[in-house]
């Protein structure tokens, strides 16, 4: 594995190159324990946000096994589909199935975002909810084919203002379904660290118009600390 480490004016960028999506996985695993390990140390909490996607469900499958002060983890996320809870294409439901319901994480520091009583309702409850964090220890973000990340799409309001809401209610996301909840750009970013994990082949264009410095959505999210890459080799041009 190497790592290019590239810093722009809008946002500082740190691209982390392997192989494989394996490779990718296994480090993805290794950095959330370690920002686990340090922040239970230094806070005596860690407050994780999550995303969807299969290469973030082969990470969160390897997260069972690890050794941790489960009742210190604090879990949120970055974005929801409007459908119902038990709906295979739920982020909550896909992390419960393949992590959150196999450890000892207290279910009162699951917080899920109740998407199922409709993207208006959902937004301002989760808005709520955020209000007792403050920054996240560790955001998790993967990247769509077209530049989108969370559920911030093209062409939409990524929340970037400082007074930009800590949530959004998205009425028509250019992929189904088209009403989903999600986190701001601004909220995203109030972070001490950000990782996005990029896999797949199909992403090459979004990775080029990133790299470019078009302003696609993931390139909104502009935390202090900068944002961590974590790409297939085959991606980078």
Not at 76 to 88: A, N, V
Request: glycine fraction near 6%; proline fraction near 6%; charge should be negative.
């Amino acid at each position: 594995m190497s790592s290019a480490v590239l810093n722009e004016q809008i946002q500082t960028r740190r691209w982390h190159r392997y192989d494989d999506a394996a490779a990718v996985e296994h480090a993805a695993m290794t950095t959330i324990m370690r920002a686990a390990e340090q922040a239970i140390k230094a806070r005596a909490a860690f407050h994780i946000v999550l995303a969807g996607g299969t290469t973030p469900r082969r990470v969160y499958e390897a997260l069972r096994h690890i050794q941790t002060d489960w009742s210190a983890w604090h879990v949120y996320f970055g974005d929801e589909r409007c459908l119902p809870q038990d709906h295979p294409e739920r982020n909550s439901r896909m992390a419960a199935s393949a992590w959150l319901e196999h450890v000892s994480i207290p279910s009162a520091q699951v917080h899920i975002i109740p998407a199922e009583q409709g993207a208006e309702h959902a937004a301002a409850s989760y808005a709520a909810t955020l209000d007792k964090v403050m920054d996240f220890d560790l955001v998790l973000l993967g990247l769509g084919e077209d530049g989108h990340t969370a559920s911030l799409f093209p062409g939409q309001d990524a929340g970037t203002a400082p007074d930009a809401p800590a949530t959004f209610a998205v009425a028509d996301a250019p992929k189904p379904p088209p009403q989903r909840v999600s986190l701001s750009a601004r909220r995203l970013s109030a972070a001490h660290q950000v990782m996005f994990l990029v896999t797949g082949i199909g992403k090459a264009q979004a990775v080029k118009d990133w790299q470019s410095g078009q302003a696609i959505p993931a390139a909104q999210i502009k935390p202090e600390c900068g944002v961590d890459i974590y790409i297939e080799a085959v991606l980078l041009a």
